[in-house]
Antibody
Framework: QITLKESGPTQVKPTQTLTLTCSFSGFSLSTSGVGVGWIRQPPGKALEWLAVIYWHDDKRYRPSLKSRLTITKDTSKNQVVLTMTNMDPVDTATYYC????????????WGQGTLVTVSS | QSALTQPASVSGSPGQSITISCTGT?????????VSWYQHHPGKAPKLMIY???NRPSGVSNRFSGSKSGNTASLTISGLQAEDEADYYC??????????FGGGTKLTVL
């Protein structure tokens, strides 16, 4: 059974760096064809792809946020970490991590999400 | 990277069928057969309903079906039920580094 859970601060101040951790079980991020992605949803708005990391350590980022995002994996800990620098109130959102299958290019298992508020 | 275009809302009565469209370009929806659909009940984790345009994951009701024509993909829900009321998002592989979601459609079951 695949499960994912996001953890991190619920609130950050403008200009600070956000660090979110996705802890997962039921799969290995060293398995070919597997990835973990980060998706966010600002309040009342649509889902947005942020970043994906694949089993072979290939990393892809949302072009408009590429300079601010870093995604890394720790296969031994079954964790994926997303950092986002220079946070702004517009980055207030629920952040989800999800298991991705490259062959279908879709997210088949999602975490429950964590709401991050950016406010001074 | 622009979001795919979905209607903001659709509605239907129990037992009826509805279709949600998802329009992109030949750099995303029209260029690849990697369109997926997600059901999202607010406060819960999104759920994969359709992948690779037409495929249903195990456990998803066969009342949900997907199709594509040109740059537009569609999700059809037949035999509407109250529990289908949710937000629905399409997503597609793109020629840019990462995928793209649609703007979301709120389904109301009357």
């Amino acid at each position: 059974q695949i499960t994912l859970k996001e953890s991190g601060p619920t609130q950050v101040k403008p200009t600070q760096t956000l660090t979110l951790t996705c802890s997962f079980s039921g799969f290995s991020l060293s398995t070919s064809g597997v990835g973990v992605g980060w998706i966010r949803q600002p309040p009342g708005k649509a889902l947005e792809w942020l970043a994906v990391i694949y089993w072979h350590d290939d990393k892809r980022y949302r072009p408009s946020l590429k300079s601010r995002l870093t995604i890394t994996k720790d296969t031994s800990k079954n964790q994926v970490v997303l950092t986002m620098t220079n946070m702004d109130p517009v980055d207030t959102a629920t952040y989800y991590c999800a298991h991705m299958i490259l062959t279908g290019y879709c997210f088949d298992y999602w975490g429950q999400g964590t709401l991050v508020t950016v406010s001074s | 990277q622009s979001a795919l275009t979905q209607p903001a809302s659709v509605s239907g009565s129990p037992g009826q069928s509805i279709t949600i469209s998802c329009t992109g370009t030949n750099s995303d929806v029209g260029g690849y057969n990697y369109v997926s659909w997600y059901q999202h009940h607010p406060g819960k984790a999104p759920k994969l309903m359709i992948y690779e345009v037409t495929n249903r994951p195990s456990g998803v009701s066969n009342r949900f079906s997907g199709s594509k024509s040109g740059n537009t993909a569609s999700l059809t829900i037949s035999g509407l039920q109250a529990e289908d009321e949710a937000d629905y998002y399409c997503s597609s592989y793109t020629s840019s580094p990462i995928g793209v979601f649609g703007g979301g459609t709120k389904l109301t079951v009357l």
